[in-house]
């Protein structure tokens, strides 16, 4: 009689046994499945936190290009309002892809207005020396080169009298939205990549 409680017993303990293993077996399927999501959920945060940054430079008189200057990431449905002076354009581009830019042609008057400062400074620079750099010439030529550089150099500076402003929206791959807006007083002759 022991003996049949004994098995009777060990009956039960397998058969409580089985549900605990099944129990454990589908902790661990829904343990593996909550990485995977927090995996999935990790890579969309890298995506939307999305490296797009832009920086403009002059194309040629009038035409200035805004550039993605991410290695990776594609700007989706950008809108794009840039206003130089009184000139304002307003585009929208599906796609720029990394390294690619937005076009904004300003027109005729930004490129008479180039013409002008061109102009402007061309008169600056081809004077002819006065006087009194004749007579610091003639006392230290090295010194009136330096004089006359510093004449050029603030008509350069003169040029920088535009007000440039922008702004783009634009989407991630997730469709996170995103936003960089700037502002600058700048010349339309000189420009480095800005």
């Known amino acids: 009689m022991d003996r049949t409680i004994a098995l009777a017993a060990l009956v039960i303990g397998i058969i409580a046994i089985i549900p605990a293993f099944i129990a454990l077996g589908i902790a661990i399927k829904a343990n593996k499945k909550a990485e995977e999501a927090n995996s999935s959920a990790s890579t969309q945060v890298d995506l939307a ?12 008189p009038g035409v200035m290009g805004f550039v993605n200057e991410s290695r990776v990431h594609t700007a989706l449905n950008a809108n794009l309002d840039v206003r130089l002076d009184d000139a304002r354009v307003i585009l929208k581009v599906t796609s720029v892809a990394p390294g690619k830019s937005i076009s904004v042609d300003f027109g005729d008057d930004v490129r008479r207005i180039y013409e002008q400062d061109k102009g402007d400074l061309a008169q600056v620079e081809d004077r002819p020396l006065s006087t009194e750099f004749d007579r610091i010439f003639a006392a230290d030529p090295a010194g009136a080169a ?3 550089a510093r004449e050029v150099e603030r008509a350069h500076v003169e040029t920088i009298r535009h ?3 922008w702004r783009i929206d634009w989407q991630t791959s997730l469709g996170t939205p995103k936003r ?3 502002s600058a007083l700048i010349s339309l002759i000189n420009n480095p990549r800005t």
């Open 146 to 148: 330096r004089a006359h």
């Open 49 to 60: 936190r999305h490296d797009v940054s832009w920086t403009w430079q002059w194309v040629k």
């Open 180 to 182: 960089e807006k700037g």
């Open 163 to 165: 007000r440039l402003q």
